[in-house]
């Protein structure tokens, strides 16, 4: 009775973790988690029949193998001081689903108010997109660029925006 009860719980556990959306980190969590040498992870929500998200999407790869290319050269070189503190190693996550209710709000949240038309077509509040997406889920405008540990989010394909939030992962680390 107790190896059903302990195996019932780890299933119950595992699959209320698999749809969590974890919160901002607290400025203590995010220092722990950048010293043991964890990436940053940006999601990018992607959709490969659009034009400006495959720019996007190529834009980011870059950019992720520029710093991947300066964190080995940085391994090789004695002045990895000054090269550790341009880089901006991350994780890129690619998605072509549209996020999550929890995830929605947190793009919003990020992107401030007002701008929910910006990532869920014809949305004019916060409630409005959650219902439209819940609705058809290709009310999603993609592409949309988040930085979930800092609280960061891109619509569009504004590639200096872009890049301004790629750099700014060097900063807070």
Excluded at 32 to 54: E, R
Excluded at 80 to 90: H, L, P, V, Y
Excluded at 143 to 164: C, F, K, L, T, Y
Aim: proline residues 5%.
């Amino acid at each position: 009775m107790l190896k059903m009860f302990k195996n019932l719980f780890k299933e119950v556990c595992v699959s209320d973790l698999a749809n969590y959306v974890f919160p901002q980190p607290s400025e203590r969590i995010r220092l722990t988690i950048v010293q043991s040498g964890v990436k940053n992870v940006i999601t990018l929500f992607h959709a490969p029949h659009v034009q400006s998200s495959i720019r996007v999407h190529t834009m980011l790869k870059q950019a992720a193998a520029t710093a991947q290319s300066h964190a080995t050269e940085d391994q090789a070189s004695s002045h990895g001081q000054q090269s550790k503190s341009e880089r901006t190693e991350f994780n890129l996550d690619v998605t072509e689903e549209p996020p999550t209710p929890d995830q929605l709000n947190s793009i919003l949240e990020y992107l401030g108010p007002g701008n929910a038309g910006l990532v869920v077509k014809d949305a004019s509040s916060s409630g409005d997109a959650l219902s439209k997406l819940k609705q058809n889920g290709s009310t999603f405008q993609r592409p949309v660029v988040v930085d979930w540990n800092n609280g960061r989010a891109v619509a569009g394909d504004n590639e200096s925006e872009i890049m301004n939030l790629v750099r700014a992962l060097s900063k807070k680390t």
